[in-house]
């Protein structure tokens, strides 16, 4: 998916890799090869728990980092447009394996996702961009060329391989985990960062042979959630949303200096939550410290013993064609 190479999201939103599942169930059948063709992270009102898993089994959706978005978005700060021009410009590339005996009912299915380079077509064609809107409700357009259900791909170097996540198809759904989950996010046109989340889990619906999910149907697509630890929160997250702060901070303080930031009514709100030395900037000290960052970043659940920020995304996914060593048949 720029939060999740963003935030996903990689990220994954995106992207996505889980290892360490806890089911005694080893997946069975053919593997299924796919790409994320779009990662969706929150922005509306009710989007958090809609993209959230039960992570720490009190029976609610976890996602704190979900309803941060959700309120950042409402200052139009758009961590969808970044995951958005992510994925589709290739900067995050998440490959899914899919290993199951049958789509609709199924003992022992797996889930695991790697990170990807090296497509075939490339994303944009030369000279090729993605084309982003601004604001809260910005679209995306361009490139993609490599998510028509036909792409191949190499498996990054760096991505991580570890065990997939396990757990049964029923009546035409996957649940599984929990495990470990790494996702690459990439906010503001950033560099995309890996954050491996644990206790991870993964829902989803309407998957097939040659797709996960469609996105003209919200009932369809997979679930993607789990825990940030307080290190990655720290050193990769909100170090993470400070060019999208920035980036609103630019458009709507223009010719801002210390003391006169000259800014419109939503720059004025943006600074007013984050920026507490009044410099007109926002480091990633002040979005810590700050009574926004404390009520939204604190930790919300416990995984085993360690206290983490909850996470969840939702993907859908085309077909594609990469090779994992070792792997049995595959499609």
Excluded: W
Excluded at 195 to 205: K, T
């Amino acid at each position: 998916m720029a939060f999740l190479r963003p935030l996903f999201f990689a990220a994954a939103l995106s992207s996505l890799v889980a290892c360490g599942s806890s089911s005694n169930n080893t997946p069975q059948g053919t593997h299924y090869h796919y790409v994320a063709s779009r990662v969706l992270v929150p922005t509306m009102t009710g989007d958090a728990t809609k993209y959230g898993l039960d992570l720490d089994g009190d029976g609610n959706p976890d996602n704190a980092l979900g309803n941060l978005l959700t309120a950042l978005s409402t200052q139009g700060i758009n961590a969808q447009t970044s995951i958005d021009e992510a994925v589709f410009d290739g900067n995050i590339t998440l490959l899914t394996d899919f290993q199951t005996t049958d789509f609709t009912n199924a003992a022992a299915s797996g889930l695991q996702v790697y990170l990807g380079d090296d497509a075939m077509p490339p994303a944009c064609g030369s000279g090729e961009m993605v084309t982003c809107g601004s604001g809260a409700t910005a679209t995306c357009t361009g490139c993609q060329h490599d998510l028509q259900g036909t792409g191949s791909f190499g498996i990054d170097p760096s991505s991580p391989m570890d065990a997939a996540l396990e757990g049964p198809i029923v009546g035409g759904t996957f649940k599984g985990g929990p495990g470990m989950l790494s996702l690459e996010i990439s906010l503001g046109g950033a560099a995309a960062t890996e954050v491996d989340l644990i206790g991870a889990r993964a829902q989803g619906a309407g998957i097939t042979a040659t797709a996960i999910g469609d996105q003209s149907d919200d009932s369809t697509g997979l679930i993607l959630g789990g825990a940030i630890t307080e290190t990655d929160l720290q050193t990769k997250v909100i170090p993470s949303i400070i060019p999208v702060i920035q980036g609103v901070l630019t458009t709507h303080c223009p010719g801002a200096v210390p003391g006169n930031c000259m800014c419109d009514a939503t720059g004025n709100t943006v600074l007013g939550l984050f920026d507490t030395n009044h410099d007109c900037m926002v480091s990633a000290a002040e979005i810590s410290n700050s009574s926004f960052g404390m009520t939204l970043l604190a930790p919300d659940v416990t995984i085993d013993g360690m206290p983490a920020l909850s996470l969840g995304v939702k993907a859908f996914a085309v077909g594609a064609t990469f090779t994992v060593a070792g792997e049995g048949s595959a499609q």
